[in-house]
Every structure is written in C-alpha cells, then in structure tokens.
C-alpha cells in the first residue's frame, strides 16, 4: 500500500531564526543551532541537508511523498528548496498571514515562482475571523494557481514555543470549522485540508464536510482533543468521518517535524489499528493512506 504523508513540518534553520528573532536568550550568529540545541533537536542545517535528512527518514519508513510546511510566514524558501531538490518526494505547504501587507507577494511567489501547492492559515495564531476579506484572498490566489488551501482550526498547540518558553497568545474562537465551509462553498475548485479532524471542533468540522465536498480531513497527530468529548476513541472518529466525509476525503498524516524524532511511526500503527477497528476496508483504506494525497497533489506525470 502506498503511504503519503499529508501534514509534516520542515521545521529549517530559518523557521527557527524567525520563531526566536529579538529574544535575547538566544545569539545572533549560530541562532538556529543554539535554539535547536535548546530544544534537545538535530541542528537543521541548510534546506538542502534537512530535506536529504527527510528523504532518507521516509525512505526508511517506507513513505513515498510528504507534504513539507513552511511553519512561519517568511520560510517560504527553505521549504522551496527541498521541493526543488526532491520533487518527486515533497509536496511544498507555506504558512502565509492574510493580514500582512505583503501576503499577495507572498502567495504569488509561493505558488508561481517556488512551486508550492497549499496555502495554510491559522486564524488562531495570527488572530483573524475567516470572513474576512483578505482571507477570500488567499482562495482566490489557490484557485489561480490549481493549488489547495489548510486551515488550521480548534485546538492549537505550538511544542517548540511551550518548550522555549515562548508566549502562545492563540484566539481559538477563531478556528470555527463552519466559517471554513463558507469560503470552501465559494471556491469549489479549491481543495481544502482541516487538520486533526477538526481539533475539537469534531461536530462543527463534520457539519462543514457535509455540506463542502472540497472539505478533507487530515488525521494527523495524536487527537488528543478526543479528551474534549467524553468516551470519543479514535475508531468512532474514523468511523463517523467516513460516514460523513467518505474515504476519498480523509488525508492520512503524522504532524511529524523534528529529528532526532523523525517520522512519526506509532501515529501511524495508531491510525492503522483504529480503521481496522472501523472496519474500513482494503480499497478505502489505499485512498486515505496514499490515494487521496496523489489526487489532490498530483506530479507532473500522473
């Protein structure tokens, strides 16, 4: 069975310069190495020796191709040069800012110049209602390209800020998944990724699905929202999100990120174990684990 990663984090040397510029704890020159060295990490390196680190990493485990996300607005180009180093291997993912002056450079760039394919918003973080105009934007711009569009929404917990003692002033109000169904009705050519099934949002993310069919899900991390909703497991998460979404719109994913952690294996023996308990069968199963990713995200080739 084809395995392809919907949701990996291409945490760079740059993404962590940017996650840490101005604070005095950590030097001007070799930053990256002394936050990665904080963080107990592998120091990244150029993008060129991480993606290498990532392609070894997935040959490993046996994973054809991986969506790598730019976690910072402004990374852009780390995660540019993986893709252009290994394009068969990466899909490219950026985080881009809808209220930033500079975001219609940045999506331009992103996806005509850099090769990329998903725009990813986290209305949480940069503290923005989904209606908003300059987020119809960002559709706008992915429609243009034929590219995809994450929103990242509930829950919302950023490991490497908590670890360095980094502020994580979230609005989770604003990750509503039915604020996301109305912009995917808007833009039906337009494929779009919730993460973590909605990340506590379960009903809501459900409820947008229905009515979207441009609406994924992507099964990524350890849900451990489930602790939100009293006697929820993850076989009855899969099982209802078939129902209501179908196999070919579940997108299997890890939220992998650092090394020496690498690919996150037991996410996925979790993830494996709970749609045999869902009694999902051999064909679906192909499409979430591998199907879904190389139909949204296909090659030159295919």
């Given at each position: 069975?084809?395995?392809?990663?919907?949701?990996?984090?291409?945490?760079?040397?740059?993404?962590?310069?940017?996650?840490?510029?101005?604070?005095?704890?950590?030097?001007v020159e070799g930053r990256s190495a002394a936050v990665a060295a904080r963080a107990g990490w592998i120091a990244p390196g150029t993008p060129?020796?991480?993606?290498?680190?990532?392609?070894?990493?997935?040959?490993?485990?046996?994973?054809?191709?991986?969506?790598?996300?730019?976690?910072?607005?402004?990374?852009?180009?780390?995660?540019?040069?993986?893709?252009?180093?290994?394009?068969?291997?990466?899909?490219?993912?950026?985080?881009?800012?809808?209220?930033?002056?500079?975001?219609?450079?940045?999506?331009?760039?992103?996806?005509?110049?850099?090769?990329?394919?998903?725009?990813?918003?986290?209305?949480?973080?940069?503290?923005?209602?989904?209606?908003?105009?300059?987020?119809?934007?960002?559709?706008?711009?992915?429609?243009?390209?034929?590219?995809?569009?994450?929103?990242?929404?509930?829950?919302?917990?950023?490991?490497?800020?908590?670890?360095?003692?980094?502020?994580?002033?979230?609005?989770?109000?604003?990750?509503?998944?039915?604020?996301?169904?109305?912009?995917?009705?808007?833009?039906?050519?337009?494929?779009?990724?919730?993460?973590?099934?909605?990340?506590?949002?379960?009903?809501?993310?459900?409820?947008?699905?229905?009515?979207?069919?441009?609406?994924?899900?992507?099964?990524?991390?350890?849900n451990s929202w489930m602790q939100y909703y009293p006697g929820l497991s993850l076989p009855s998460v899969f099982r209802q999100a078939l129902?209501?979404?179908?196999?070919?719109r579940l997108l299997f994913g890890t939220d992998s990120s650092f090394f020496p952690r690498g690919w996150q294996k037991g996410v996925y023996?979790?993830?494996?174990?709970?749609?045999?308990?869902?009694?999902?069968?051999?064909?679906?199963?192909?499409?979430?684990?591998?199907?879904?990713?190389?139909?949204?995200?296909?090659?030159?080739?295919?």
């Amino acid at each position: 069975m084809t395995i392809n990663d919907a949701h990996c984090h291409f945490f760079s040397s740059r993404f962590l310069e940017l996650l840490t510029a101005g604070n005095p704890d950590f030097p001007v020159e070799g930053r990256s190495a002394a936050v990665a060295a904080r963080a107990g990490w592998i120091a990244p390196g150029t993008p060129e020796q991480l993606a290498d680190r990532w392609v070894e990493e997935l040959d490993r485990q046996h994973i054809k191709r991986a969506a790598m996300i730019a976690s910072i607005p402004g990374d852009e180009d780390s995660v540019g040069a993986a893709v252009a180093r290994h394009p068969s291997r990466f899909v490219g993912f950026f985080m881009v800012n809808p209220l930033a002056p500079d975001v219609a450079a940045r999506l331009e760039r992103g996806f005509a110049e850099q090769g990329l394919r998903c725009a990813c918003l986290f209305p949480a973080m940069h503290k923005y209602r989904l209606d908003d105009e300059r987020v119809r934007h960002v559709f706008e711009a992915a429609e243009k390209h034929k590219g995809a569009v994450f929103v990242h929404c509930g829950v919302l917990t950023v490991g490497i800020r908590s670890k360095l003692g980094l502020k994580s002033p979230f609005d989770l109000r604003l990750g509503d998944p039915l604020a996301v169904a109305a912009l995917a009705g808007a833009f039906p050519s337009v494929p779009v990724q919730i993460p973590h099934f909605g990340a506590g949002f379960f009903r809501e993310a459900l409820m947008a699905a229905g009515q979207c069919r441009n609406i994924h899900f992507d099964t990524s991390s350890s849900n451990s929202w489930m602790q939100y909703y009293p006697g929820l497991s993850l076989p009855s998460v899969f099982r209802q999100a078939l129902d209501v979404a179908g196999p070919e719109r579940l997108l299997f994913g890890t939220d992998s990120s650092f090394f020496p952690r690498g690919w996150q294996k037991g996410v996925y023996e979790a993830q494996v174990a709970a749609l045999d308990a869902a009694g999902c069968s051999e064909p679906d199963r192909a499409l979430v684990f591998g199907g879904n990713f190389d139909r949204i995200f296909r090659t030159e080739h295919s």
